[in-house]
C-alpha cells in the first residue's frame, strides 16, 4: 500500500526521509532507510523559512498519521469504488500513433482514470491520469542508483535545472519562481531514483513549466558547461596565492549541513548497516568528505547513462486534454533513438538477508562544550527479500502502526515510559524503496544503558508476540489507516504529487503503479483475515520480520566533543595538501576559474536569453480574490458559545471541527507550559480512560484529535487595515481540532469535553518525559533549522508577538524547558499546581463562555445531520452561559503583553547576537524595523520581498555564496513592520552580512531597471499572485476563512490588497529600496560554530556569543 507512504506529506510523526530543500528547508528523519534530498523547494503551499517545521518528504508511512474511524466513512460519501466497463472504455478512449497502450485501470478509491502508455521509439513509460481536479500535476522520474557516496545524481538534480538547449538562462528554475503560478515545483533525490515534479491550476502555466523541465532533464546545460558542475557541486576556490583554497559548492554545503546533524548521521550509518551490499550502502545525497572526488566526466557520465527516456517514468494528472500530453511529450521523447540498456543498467539489485547474527556498530557524532554527553542507539531490520503484495503490504504498516503509531502504541510507549533515553528515533516502518525495513531506539541515553536499549526493543516485541494485541488495539489501527486511505487528505499539497508517490513505490521496481493505490481488496482480505484468526495475522509477520529475523544491526552513536575541529582540521589539512601540490601555474589556474565562476554568477543573463524563458501575462492572471463561505452564529442557543460554520460543496461526509478556548486568563509565568499542557490533553489520559484507552477511542470514532496554542495578533479598531500596530492586542486561544464522519461528530464532541475538563494532570513520569523529547527536538532542530530560531530571535526584539514565540518555542525556550525538567524531577507538586492553574484560568466559570468559539467545515449533508450533536455539545459545556463577558482584545492591551514588555530588553536585547552549536555550517539572520506604528503598508511589497527571495538573495547568498538557501520574510498585510534576511546551511558569515548590507542598493537598482522593463515588473507580479492562490483541501478552505474572520478583514479589503498588488509599479521597488537603506534598530542573530564566529569578529563582525549546545 505505498499510497500509504504519500496521503499525508505534511503531517508526518517524524519522516524516514532526511528532507532538505533551499527554500522548503527543513529535516525530519525516522529511520535509516531512504534519503530523500528535495534541493529546491519553492512550494507555495510551506514556506518553513517562517516556521521551522517539516515541509515535505516522499514520506513512507503517513498511515501512522492517519486517525479515524475509516470503517464509518460510506463509499458513497467519497467516491465509487467500483469500475464499470463503460469507466474503462474512458480510460480507452485516447490512442496516439507515437504510444502503445500497455494498461488501462480505474483506481475508483480516487476518482482516477489511468492508462499506462509506451512511447514506441524510445521504449519511455507515461502513466496518463484522468480525473477532474484541476491542480494538474506533471513529473519525470530516472531510476538513478549510485555506486559510491559523491553525491552524482543529488547534485545532477540541480544542475539540470540551470539552463537547456531551448531556455539559454543560467537559472530557467528561478525564472519559473519568479513568474509563475505553479502550486509546487521541486525536484527530489531518493536514495534510486531522482524526480522533478511540478503543479499549476493554470492550463498555459501548467504546459510552459513542463516544456521547461523536460528540455532540463534530457538536454541539460550542465553537460557541456563545467562551471555548472562547479556551481552547484563543488569547486577549489581561491582569490589570492597567500589566501587558504577552499571547497564551495551548493550541494557540498548542504551536505555539511546535514552531516552536522547528529540524527543525519545515525539515519545514515544505518542505512549503510543494512544495506551492506546493493546501490543503499551509498549516500546518494552525497559525503562531504567523498564530493569532492566527483570529476565532471564522470558527473556527464551519469547523466549520459540515467537520463535517457527509456529509464524515465513521466506521470500526468488532472483535468487536462489527453491527447495533449502525449503530443508534447512526443516533441521531446521523438528525438532520442531507443536504447535497450538504459533500464537494465539501472536496475536495483535486491539486498540479501547475509546477516546471520545480529551486529553492533559504534560511530561518533559531534557535541558541543556544555552539550550533556549521552549516546543515541537505533535497531535497524531488512524486512522483506522479495516483494510484498498489497495485503502484505497493508499489514505491515497495520503492524506498524499497533507497534509505533502514536505514543501509546506498546513499543513506543514501552522505550519512552523506560527511563533509558529522552527522545524516540526510528520511528519504525519505512516502506518506500525496494525493501523495507524497521528502526527503532532512543537518543539521550547514557553510555552505561546503551546495551539496555537494544534489550528492551528485543523483549518489548518477544512480549508482543506472546501477548499479542487486543481487539481494541487492531480495531483502532485498522480505522486510522482506512480513515486516512478514504479521506485522501493531502493539505496543501497537490493530490496528484501524493499519488504519484504511492505509485512511484512499485512503478520505479517494473511493478504495476496502480497496485500500489487501490486499496479496497486488501483491506476486505485483510479484514477477512482478522475476523478469521484474529490477531494471528500480525503477530505471524512480527514474528518473521522482527522477532526471528537475524539480519539486524543496531547503530550507537557516541558523543565527541573533539569531532568537530578534528573534521575541521581533517578537511584543512586536505586542502593545504592539494595547494602544495600545485604550482604557481595551476594556483593561478585555480585562481582564474575563480574568477571566471564569479563574474559568470554575478552577470545578467542576455535579454535573448530571458526571452527564451515562458511566462504568463497580467491578463492571464484571476484578480478577484476567492472568498469562501462563513456563517456566524454569536451566543447560539443562549449559550454564549460563538458558533462559526463554513458550508462548503463537499467536504466527503466529514466534519471539520475546531473548538476554541480563551487562554488570556493564564497567568504570564505559567504560558511556557501551554506547550506540554496541550499534549498533556491527548496523552496522559482523561477521566476513567487510561492514556492508551483515550488513544483507542480516538482512534476508533474520530479522524484525529489534537491540541495546541493558537495565537494571533489583531488590528484595533483605530487602526486602519493592512496597517502597522504596537501588537498589544492579541486572540489567544487552546485550539482543540478534530475531524469524523457527520454520524460519529456526536463522538468527537464527546472527547473534546474529556479533554479539556478531566485529562490526567497528574502525571509526574508522562510530562517529564514529554519535557525531555521536547528538548531533544529543540536542540536537533537548531541544529539542523538554525534560520528559523535566529528568525524567532530577531522578531523578538522589536514585537510582543514575536517575544512570546521566542518564549514559547525559540531559544529562550530551551532554557525553560531545562529548567521545567529540573522542577519537575525535584518539585513536582509546584509543576502540577501550575498545571491545574492553567486549566482552572482556561474554565473560569465566569468566563469560560465568554472566550469560547466553535468552528465548523462540512457540506450541507453534514451541516443538517450534526445539528442535534451541536447543540448537546454547547449544552454540555462547563461554565456559566450567562456569565461575564471577556475583555475586548481588538481594542484592550492583551494581558500577556503587558509582562511581555517588562521582559523584552532582559531576555531579547536589541544587540547582535550569535549562538554557538556543534555545525560545520551558518545560519545568519539580520533584520529590523520598516516600517513604524501607524503607517500602512502597500500590497507592493508582497511583489519587492519575493522579488528579493527569488532574485538578488538567491543569486548573491546560494548561488555566489554558495549557500543551500537565502530568503527574506515580511508580513505585507500590516503587522509587525518587521522586515528579516536569513541563510540556511551557509558556508559563510560575515560576507553573507554584508550581501544583505547591500541590499538597499541592489534594489534600487532593480527599480531603475523596471521602469523600462514592463515584462520583468509583470513577472514578478505574477509570481507574488501566485502565492495567494494555492489549492486548498477543504478543511484548510474553512481554516482560512476562520483566521480571516478572526483578524476581522472584510471581503472589500482583501480585494484591495489584491488590486494593490495587480497595479504594483517600479516605483513601488524604489520606495521599499529607501526603507531597506534606512532599516530601524536593526541587529543579527546568527547560529553557528565557534571557529565560524572567530573568523567573522576578525572580518568585524562581532556579536555576543552563547553556547547553546
Given at each position: 500500500?505505498?499510497?500509504?507512504?504519500?496521503?499525508?506529506?505534511?503531517?508526518?510523526?517524524?519522516?524516514?526521509?532526511?528532507?532538505?530543500?533551499?527554500?522548503?528547508?527543513?529535516?525530519?528523519?525516522?529511520?535509516?532507510?531512504?534519503?530523500?534530498?528535495?534541493?529546491?523547494?519553492?512550494?507555495?503551499?510551506?514556506?518553513?523559512?517562517?516556521?521551522?517545521?517539516?515541509?515535505?518528504?516522499?514520506?513512507?508511512?503517513?498511515?501512522?498519521?492517519?486517525?479515524?474511524?475509516?470503517?464509518?466513512?460510506?463509499?458513497?460519501?467519497?467516491?465509487?469504488?467500483?469500475?464499470?466497463?463503460?469507466?474503462?472504455?474512458?480510460?480507452?478512449?485516447?490512442?496516439?500513433?507515437?504510444?502503445?497502450?500497455?494498461?488501462?485501470?480505474?483506481?475508483?478509491?480516487?476518482?482516477?482514470?489511468?492508462?499506462?502508455?509506451?512511447?514506441?521509439?524510445?521504449?519511455?513509460?507515461?502513466?496518463?491520469?484522468?480525473?477532474?481536479?484541476?491542480?494538474?500535476?506533471?513529473?519525470?522520474?530516472?531510476?538513478?542508483?549510485?555506486?559510491?557516496?559523491?553525491?552524482?545524481?543529488?547534485?545532477?538534480?540541480?544542475?539540470?535545472?540551470?539552463?537547456?538547449?531551448?531556455?539559454?538562462?543560467?537559472?530557467?528554475?528561478?525564472?519559473?519562481?519568479?513568474?509563475?503560478?505553479?502550486?509546487?515545483?521541486?525536484?527530489?533525490?531518493?536514495?534510486?531514483?531522482?524526480?522533478?515534479?511540478?503543479?499549476?491550476?493554470?492550463?498555459?502555466?501548467?504546459?510552459?513549466?513542463?516544456?521547461?523541465?523536460?528540455?532540463?532533464?534530457?538536454?541539460?546545460?550542465?553537460?557541456?558547461?563545467?562551471?555548472?558542475?562547479?556551481?552547484?557541486?563543488?569547486?577549489?576556490?581561491?582569490?589570492?596565492?597567500?589566501?587558504?583554497?577552499?571547497?564551495?559548492?551548493?550541494?557540498?554545503?548542504?551536505?555539511?549541513?546535514?552531516?552536522?546533524?547528529?540524527?543525519?548521521?545515525?539515519?545514515?550509518?544505518?542505512?549503510?548497516?543494512?544495506?551492506?551490499?546493493?546501490?543503499?550502502?551509498?549516500?546518494?545525497?552525497?559525503?562531504?568528505?567523498?564530493?569532492?572526488?566527483?570529476?565532471?566526466?564522470?558527473?556527464?557520465?551519469?547523466?549520459?547513462?540515467?537520463?535517457?527516456?527509456?529509464?524515465?517514468?513521466?506521470?500526468?494528472?488532472?483535468?487536462?486534454?489527453?491527447?495533449?500530453?502525449?503530443?508534447?511529450?512526443?516533441?521531446?521523447?521523438?528525438?532520442?533513438?531507443?536504447?535497450?540498456?538504459?533500464?537494465?543498467?539501472?536496475?536495483?539489485?535486491?539486498?540479501?538477508?547475509?546477516?546471520?547474527?545480529?551486529?553492533?556498530?559504534?560511530?561518533?557524532?559531534?557535541?558541543?562544550?556544555?552539550?550533556?554527553?549521552?549516546?543515541?542507539?537505533?535497531?535497524?531490520?531488512?524486512?522483506?527479500?522479495?516483494?510484498?503484495?498489497?495485503?502484505?503490504?497493508?499489514?505491515?504498516?497495520?503492524?506498524?502502526?499497533?507497534?509505533?503509531?502514536?505514543?501509546?502504541?506498546?513499543?513506543?510507549?514501552?522505550?519512552?515510559?523506560?527511563?533509558?533515553?529522552?527522545?524516540?528515533?526510528?520511528?519504525?516502518?519505512?516502506?518506500?524503496?525496494?525493501?523495507?525495513?524497521?528502526?527503532?531506539?532512543?537518543?539521550?541515553?547514557?553510555?552505561?544503558?546503551?546495551?539496555?536499549?537494544?534489550?528492551?526493543?528485543?523483549?518489548?516485541?518477544?512480549?508482543?508476540?506472546?501477548?499479542?494485541?487486543?481487539?481494541?488495539?487492531?480495531?483502532?489501527?485498522?480505522?486510522?489507516?482506512?480513515?486516512?486511505?478514504?479521506?485522501?487528505?493531502?493539505?496543501?499539497?497537490?493530490?496528484?504529487?501524493?499519488?504519484?508517490?504511492?505509485?512511484?513505490?512499485?512503478?520505479?521496481?517494473?511493478?504495476?503503479?496502480?497496485?500500489?493505490?487501490?486499496?479496497?481488496?486488501?483491506?476486505?482480505?485483510?479484514?477477512?483475515?482478522?475476523?478469521?484468526?484474529?490477531?494471528?495475522?500480525?503477530?505471524?509477520?512480527?514474528?518473521?520480520?522482527?522477532?526471528?529475523?537475524?539480519?539486524?544491526?543496531?547503530?550507537?552513536?557516541?558523543?565527541?566533543?573533539?569531532?568537530?575541529?578534528?573534521?575541521?582540521?581533517?578537511?584543512?589539512?586536505?586542502?593545504?595538501?592539494?595547494?602544495?601540490?600545485?604550482?604557481?601555474?595551476?594556483?593561478?589556474?585555480?585562481?582564474?576559474?575563480?574568477?571566471?565562476?564569479?563574474?559568470?554568477?554575478?552577470?545578467?543573463?542576455?535579454?535573448?536569453?530571458?526571452?527564451?524563458?515562458?511566462?504568463?501575462?497580467?491578463?492571464?492572471?484571476?484578480?478577484?480574490?476567492?472568498?469562501?463561505?462563513?456563517?456566524?452564529?454569536?451566543?447560539?442557543?443562549?449559550?454564549?458559545?460563538?458558533?462559526?460554520?463554513?458550508?462548503?460543496?463537499?467536504?466527503?461526509?466529514?466534519?471539520?471541527?475546531?473548538?476554541?478556548?480563551?487562554?488570556?486568563?493564564?497567568?504570564?509565568?505559567?504560558?511556557?507550559?501551554?506547550?506540554?499542557?496541550?499534549?498533556?490533553?491527548?496523552?496522559?489520559g482523561a477521566g476513567e480512560y487510561t492514556d492508551v484507552q483515550l488513544s483507542q477511542r480516538i482512534g476508533t470514532h474520530t479522524g484525529g484529535v489534537g491540541a495546541s496554542l493558537m495565537k494571533t495578533s489583531v488590528t484595533p479598531d483605530s487602526v486602519p487595515s493592512y496597517a502597522i500596530y504596537e501588537g498589544n492586542n492579541m486572540i489567544t486561544k487552546l485550539s482543540i481540532r478534530g475531524k469524523a464522519t457527520s454520524e460519529k461528530t456526536g463522538e468527537l464532541f464527546s472527547?473534546?469535553?474529556?479533554?479539556?475538563?478531566?485529562?490526567?494532570?497528574?502525571?509526574?513520569?508522562?510530562?517529564?518525559?514529554?519535557?525531555?523529547?521536547?528538548?531533544?527536538?529543540?536542540?536537533?532542530?537548531?541544529?539542523?533549522?538554525?534560520?528559523?530560531?535566529?528568525?524567532?530571535?530577531?522578531?523578538?526584539?522589536?514585537?510582543?508577538?514575536?517575544?512570546?514565540?521566542?518564549?514559547?518555542?525559540?531559544?529562550?525556550?530551551?532554557?525553560?524547558?531545562?529548567?521545567?525538567?529540573?522542577?519537575?524531577?525535584?518539585?513536582?507538586?509546584?509543576?502540577?499546581?501550575?498545571?491545574?492553574?492553567?486549566?482552572?484560568?482556561?474554565?473560569?466559570?465566569?468566563?469560560?463562555?465568554?472566550?469560547?468559539?466553535?468552528?465548523?467545515?462540512?457540506?450541507?449533508?453534514?451541516?443538517?445531520?450534526?445539528?442535534?450533536?451541536?447543540?448537546?455539545?454547547?449544552?454540555?459545556?462547563?461554565?456559566?452561559?450567562?456569565?461575564?463577558?471577556?475583555?475586548?482584545?481588538?481594542?484592550?492591551?492583551?494581558?500577556?503583553?503587558?509582562?511581555?514588555?517588562?521582559?523584552?530588553?532582559?531576555?531579547?536585547?536589541?544587540?547582535?547576537?550569535?549562538?554557538?552549536?556543534?555545525?560545520?555550517?551558518?545560519?545568519?539572520?539580520?533584520?529590523?524595523?520598516?516600517?513604524?506604528?501607524?503607517?500602512?503598508?502597500?500590497?507592493?511589497?508582497?511583489?519587492?520581498?519575493?522579488?528579493?527571495?527569488?532574485?538578488?538573495?538567491?543569486?548573491?547568498?546560494?548561488?555566489?555564496?554558495?549557500?543551500?538557501?537565502?530568503?527574506?520574510?515580511?508580513?505585507?498585510?500590516?503587522?509587525?513592520?518587521?522586515?528579516?534576511?536569513?541563510?540556511?546551511?551557509?558556508?559563510?558569515?560575515?560576507?553573507?552580512?554584508?550581501?544583505?548590507?547591500?541590499?538597499?542598493?541592489?534594489?534600487?537598482?532593480?527599480?531603475?531597471?523596471?521602469?523600462?522593463?514592463?515584462?520583468?515588473?509583470?513577472?514578478?507580479?505574477?509570481?507574488?499572485?501566485?502565492?495567494?492562490?494555492?489549492?486548498?483541501?477543504?478543511?484548510?478552505?474553512?481554516?482560512?476563512?476562520?483566521?480571516?474572520?478572526?483578524?476581522?478583514?472584510?471581503?472589500?479589503?482583501?480585494?484591495?490588497?489584491?488590486?494593490?498588488?495587480?497595479?504594483?509599479?517600479?516605483?513601488?521597488?524604489?520606495?521599499?529600496?529607501?526603507?531597506?537603506?534606512?532599516?530601524?534598530?536593526?541587529?543579527?542573530?546568527?547560529?553557528?560554530?565557534?571557529?565560524?564566529?572567530?573568523?567573522?569578529?576578525?572580518?568585524?563582525?562581532?556579536?555576543?556569543?552563547?553556547?547553546?549546545?
Amino acid at each position: 500500500m505505498a499510497i500509504l507512504a504519500c496521503i499525508a506529506i505534511a503531517t508526518r510523526r517524524g519522516g524516514r526521509h532526511m528532507t532538505a530543500a533551499a527554500f522548503c528547508v527543513a529535516k525530519s528523519s525516522t529511520g535509516p532507510t531512504t534519503s530523500t534530498t528535495s534541493t529546491r523547494a519553492f512550494s507555495r503551499n510551506s514556506l518553513p523559512f517562517l516556521t521551522g517545521s517539516t515541509c515535505f518528504g516522499g514520506s513512507s508511512n503517513s498511515k501512522v498519521l492517519a486517525t479515524s474511524a475509516a470503517s464509518l466513512i460510506s463509499s458513497s460519501a467519497l467516491m465509487s469504488t467500483t469500475a464499470t466497463q463503460e469507466d474503462v472504455e474512458k480510460v480507452a478512449a485516447v490512442e496516439h500513433p507515437s504510444y502503445e497502450i500497455i494498461s488501462k485501470d480505474v483506481v475508483t478509491e480516487y476518482g482516477a482514470y489511468c492508462t499506462m502508455y509506451r512511447h514506441k521509439k524510445t521504449g519511455a513509460e507515461i502513466l496518463s491520469v484522468h480525473n477532474d481536479d484541476d491542480n494538474k500535476v506533471f513529473g519525470i522520474t530516472f531510476r538513478t542508483p549510485p555506486t559510491d557516496s559523491t553525491g552524482v545524481p543529488h547534485i545532477l538534480e540541480h544542475s539540470v535545472l540551470c539552463g537547456s538547449r531551448k531556455y539559454r538562462t543560467k537559472e530557467p528554475f528561478v525564472q519559473l519562481l519568479q513568474g509563475s503560478l505553479q502550486t509546487f515545483l521541486n525536484a527530489f533525490t531518493y536514495p534510486d531514483r531522482t524526480c522533478y515534479v511540478l503543479a499549476s491550476q493554470n492550463e498555459k502555466d501548467f504546459k510552459n513549466l513542463i516544456n521547461v523541465y523536460t528540455d532540463a532533464v534530457f538536454h541539460p546545460r550542465a553537460t557541456s558547461d563545467p562551471s555548472v558542475h562547479a556551481q552547484e557541486g563543488w569547486h577549489l576556490e581561491l582569490e589570492d596565492k597567500e589566501q587558504p583554497l577552499t571547497y564551495k559548492g551548493v550541494v557540498y554545503n548542504e551536505m555539511k549541513g546535514v552531516y552536522s546533524s547528529p540524527d543525519s548521521r545515525l539515519y545514515r550509518q544505518s542505512q549503510r548497516s543494512i544495506f551492506p551490499s546493493n546501490t543503499y550502502s551509498v549516500d546518494s545525497g552525497g559525503d562531504p568528505k567523498v564530493i569532492p572526488n566527483l570529476s565532471f566526466e564522470d558527473f556527464k557520465q551519469f547523466h549520459a547513462k540515467f537520463y535517457h527516456p527509456a529509464n524515465s517514468r513521466i506521470f500526468f494528472w488532472g483535468d487536462d486534454d489527453v491527447k495533449q500530453r502525449l503530443d508534447l511529450m512526443d516533441e521531446y521523447l521523438c528525438e532520442f533513438d531507443a536504447s535497450p540498456e538504459s533500464k537494465p543498467a539501472s536496475v536495483v539489485e535486491w539486498q540479501k538477508k547475509t546477516i546471520t547474527e545480529p551486529k553492533w556498530e559504534t560511530h561518533p557524532y559531534p557535541v558541543g562544550d556544555d552539550q550533556p554527553e549521552t549516546n543515541m542507539v537505533m535497531v535497524n531490520w531488512l524486512l522483506n527479500e522479495r516483494p510484498f503484495t498489497p495485503t502484505e503490504d497493508l499489514i505491515v504498516g497495520v503492524l506498524d502502526h499497533l507497534l509505533m503509531g502514536n505514543g501509546q502504541s506498546v513499543l513506543y510507549k514501552t522505550l519512552m515510559e523506560s527511563g533509558l533515553g529522552s527522545a524516540i528515533t526510528g520511528g519504525g516502518l519505512s516502506d518506500e524503496l525496494l525493501q523495507a525495513t524497521f528502526s527503532v531506539g532512543l537518543k539521550g541515553v547514557q553510555a552505561e544503558n546503551t546495551k539496555a536499549v537494544e534489550e528492551l526493543v528485543i523483549k518489548t516485541l518477544e512480549k508482543v508476540l506472546e501477548e499479542g494485541f487486543s481487539e481494541e488495539e487492531i480495531a483502532s489501527s485498522m480505522n486510522t489507516i482506512e480513515f486516512r486511505l478514504r479521506e485522501f487528505n493531502t493539505g496543501s499539497y497537490p493530490k496528484g504529487l501524493s499519488f504519484m508517490l504511492g505509485a512511484m513505490a512499485k512503478w520505479i521496481y517494473d511493478g504495476k503503479p496502480t497496485d500500489a493505490l487501490k486499496f479496497e481488496e486488501p483491506l476486505v482480505e485483510l479484514k477477512a483475515m482478522i475476523a478469521e484468526n484474529g490477531d494471528a495475522v500480525f503477530k505471524d509477520f512480527l514474528k518473521e520480520y522482527l522477532v526471528n529475523n537475524l539480519h539486524r544491526v543496531t547503530v550507537e552513536l557516541a558523543p565527541s566533543k573533539s569531532l568537530e575541529s578534528e573534521e575541521l582540521k581533517e578537511e584543512q589539512d586536505r586542502l593545504e595538501a592539494i595547494k602544495s601540490s600545485l604550482s604557481d601555474e595551476e594556483l593561478d589556474d585555480v585562481i582564474k576559474k575563480t574568477v571566471e565562476l564569479k563574474a559568470l554568477q554575478a552577470s545578467e543573463d542576455a535579454p535573448e536569453d530571458r526571452a527564451t524563458i515562458p511566462s504568463l501575462e497580467l491578463a492571464d492572471l484571476k484578480r478577484e480574490v476567492t472568498e469562501f463561505p462563513i456563517e456566524v452564529s454569536e451566543n447560539e442557543n443562549d449559550s454564549g458559545v460563538t458558533v462559526v460554520r463554513h458550508e462548503l460543496a463537499s467536504t466527503s461526509g466529514i466534519a471539520y471541527v475546531n473548538f476554541a478556548v480563551d487562554t488570556s486568563g493564564v497567568d504570564y509565568n505559567d504560558i511556557a507550559l501551554l506547550p506540554i499542557f496541550t499534549r498533556i490533553m491527548t496523552e496522559t489520559g482523561a477521566g476513567e480512560y487510561t492514556d492508551v484507552q483515550l488513544s483507542q477511542r480516538i482512534g476508533t470514532h474520530t479522524g484525529g484529535v489534537g491540541a495546541s496554542l493558537m495565537k494571533t495578533s489583531v488590528t484595533p479598531d483605530s487602526v486602519p487595515s493592512y496597517a502597522i500596530y504596537e501588537g498589544n492586542n492579541m486572540i489567544t486561544k487552546l485550539s482543540i481540532r478534530g475531524k469524523a464522519t457527520s454520524e460519529k461528530t456526536g463522538e468527537l464532541f464527546s472527547i473534546f469535553k474529556l479533554i479539556l475538563t478531566e485529562a490526567n494532570i497528574d502525571s509526574n513520569k508522562k510530562v517529564i518525559e514529554m519535557l525531555k523529547e521536547t528538548k531533544s527536538r529543540i536542540e536537533s532542530s537548531i541544529q539542523g533549522s538554525g534560520h528559523s530560531y535566529a528568525n524567532n530571535r530577531i522578531k523578538a526584539r522589536y514585537s510582543v508577538g514575536g517575544f512570546l514565540d521566542e518564549k514559547m518555542g525559540g531559544i529562550t525556550y530551551l532554557k525553560t524547558v531545562n529548567e521545567l525538567i529540573k522542577q519537575a524531577e525535584t518539585d513536582w507538586d509546584s509543576v502540577l499546581k501550575r498545571l491545574e492553574n492553567i486549566r482552572s484560568a482556561i474554565l473560569n466559570n465566569a468566563t469560560c463562555r465568554s472566550g469560547m468559539i466553535l468552528d465548523i467545515t462540512g457540506d450541507k449533508a453534514v451541516m443538517d445531520a450534526i445539528k442535534p450533536s451541536v447543540e448537546e455539545f454547547l449544552k454540555s459545556l462547563p461554565g456559566d452561559a450567562m456569565g461575564e463577558k471577556l475583555q475586548d482584545f481588538y481594542n484592550t492591551e492583551h494581558p500577556w503583553a503587558t509582562k511581555a514588555k517588562e521582559e523584552m530588553a532582559t531576555i531579547a536585547p536589541l544587540k547582535d547576537e550569535g549562538f554557538v552549536v556543534p555545525t560545520q555550517v551558518s545560519y545568519v539572520g539580520k533584520g529590523g524595523l520598516l516600517f513604524e506604528e501607524g503607517e500602512k503598508v502597500h500590497g507592493s511589497t508582497a511583489v519587492v520581498s519575493r522579488f528579493l527571495r527569488t532574485g538578488y538573495l538567491w543569486d548573491h547568498v546560494r548561488v555566489i555564496g554558495g549557500a543551500y538557501g537565502g530568503f527574506c520574510t515580511f508580513n505585507p498585510m500590516g503587522g509587525d513592520g518587521i522586515f528579516t534576511f536569513l541563510s540556511y546551511r551557509d558556508p559563510n558569515l560575515d560576507k553573507t552580512i554584508d550581501v544583505y548590507d547591500a541590499t538597499a542598493d541592489a534594489l534600487l537598482k532593480a527599480a531603475e531597471e523596471l521602469e523600462d522593463d514592463p515584462e520583468a515588473l509583470a513577472t514578478a507580479i505574477i509570481g507574488a499572485v501566485g502565492d495567494l492562490d494555492g489549492a486548498l483541501s477543504p478543511d484548510q478552505k474553512g481554516s482560512k476563512s476562520f483566521n480571516r474572520w478572526l483578524l476581522r478583514q472584510t471581503p472589500e479589503e482583501r480585494q484591495q490588497f489584491r488590486d494593490e498588488i495587480l497595479n504594483t509599479k517600479a516605483s513601488n521597488f524604489k520606495d521599499f529600496a529607501m526603507r531597506l537603506k534606512n532599516m530601524k534598530k536593526s541587529s543579527v542573530a546568527v547560529v553557528s560554530s565557534k571557529a565560524a564566529f572567530e573568523s567573522a569578529a576578525k572580518a568585524g563582525k562581532v556579536m555576543e556569543l552563547k553556547q547553546v549546545l
